[in-house]
């Protein structure tokens, strides 16, 4: 399973990323299945050096705050108005019950665009697994201030060379403070693509919203997860000082999450 950062800046883009948007491609043996985790402000740009839009197989949304859902009203207008037919089928979206009606607000079409033409939604239901493709994936709860907020474990089985199955598992966090579901969602984990978007001694009495570094370190350390890509960060955040602050609760390998970078899983 690959990784790629198409954006990482924490709540809005920053000068060299755009916000929260992560594509994950895997194999099946017949050919490549993308999935991208979130489609945050100003992701839409960047994801298509990656890919073509159409060759999108699903989009999972953490929550409904606009650095991490805002670019799916971009891609409505790619897919409901490409001059020469949208080549694929409605785009499969795996999110919060109101993700189809705050969609509908974002783009404030008169009369309101009939968003079921060009996307398949489908709610989270917390306990439930979704098989596409080569990828296996569910929702956990996350603490985060707003009615619907998921953290995600995503398992992609591929053949390997010699013939043999491999199964790898990403375990991203969405936006959250420290909670029972974050650490589910990561239990056992290869890769932990986690938030961290506080600083400790500055912002580590706010409670429900983020993760410092310590706090990522913790979820990741009390999951067992066997490597930790921190994510998230604003662009007023020292990137140094957030891994210090993990690896004073985690022992295990850091990264923080860059842009344009490509990680195996």
Known sequence: MKLTIVGCSGSF?????????YLLTANDGDRD???????????????????????????????LHPDHCMDLAGLQVAIHWDPNGWPSGRVPVWGPAATSRRLSIALDMEPPADLDED??????????????????????????????????????TEPRRDGS????????????DTCPGLVEAARGADMFLCEAAYHEG???????????????GQAA???GAKRLLLTHLPVW?????????????????????????????
């Open 202 to 216: 500055r912002d580590d009495a706010i409670d429900g919203v983020h993760l410092t570094g310590r706090r990522a």
């Open 119 to 156: 996307f398949e939604f489908h709610s989270w239901a917390v306990g439930e697994k979704v098989e596409l493709g080569p990828f296996r994936f569910g929702a956990y709860p996350a603490r985060h201030p707003i009615a619907e907020a998921y953290a995600m474990r995503i398992e992609a």
């Open 33 to 63: 299945w993308r999935l991208l985790l979130d489609l945050g402000s100003g992701a839409l740009g960047p994801l298509q050096r990656y890919m073509d839009l159409s060759d999108i197989d699903g989009v999972l949304l953490s929550h």
């Open 13 to 21: 883009p920053g000068p060299s990323s755009p916000a929260s948007c």
């Open 165 to 176: 199955i491999e199964t790898r598992v990403l375990a991203y966090s969405g936006d959250t």
């Open 237 to 265: 955040n020292d990137a140094n000082r957030t891994v210090a602050e993990a690896q004073g609760a985690y022992s295990g390998p850091i990264s923080v999450a860059v842009a344009g970078v490509h990680y195996t899983v």
């Open 221 to 223: 350390s009390d999951a």
